[in-house]
């Protein structure tokens, strides 16, 4: 009994502290206004798109084409990150 009494009281506090961690992580400054973020991931058929050219000049186009929407009002970022079964590639 007094195992799981210790085995318990420990995952409560691990519990806590992770609890309090993710509120110290969801209030810190990031660096720059989340509230107009868009994350998107995007994959690419191989098939389609068998080297880095061809995905380079897909991704390209994308960015023209959100720069084009974004108009006065915003500002486009792109970062691409491409990783394909371990390998990394690169779509600069």
Request: charge should be positive; proline fraction near 4%.
């Amino acid at each position: 009994m007094g195992l799981e009494v210790g085995l318990s009281a420990a995952l409560l506090v691990t519990a806590g502290l992770l609890i309090a961690s993710f509120v110290r992580l969801t209030t810190i400054d990031k660096g720059f206004d989340v509230d107009r973020v868009l994350a998107v991931d995007v994959r690419l058929p191989e098939a389609k798109y068998p080297n880095p050219e061809p995905r380079s000049a897909f991704f390209q186009r994308v960015l023209d084409q959100a720069r084009g929407i974004a108009g006065r009002a915003g500002r486009v970022d792109l970062l691409l990150l491409a990783i394909a079964r371990g390998k990394a590639g690169s779509t600069s």
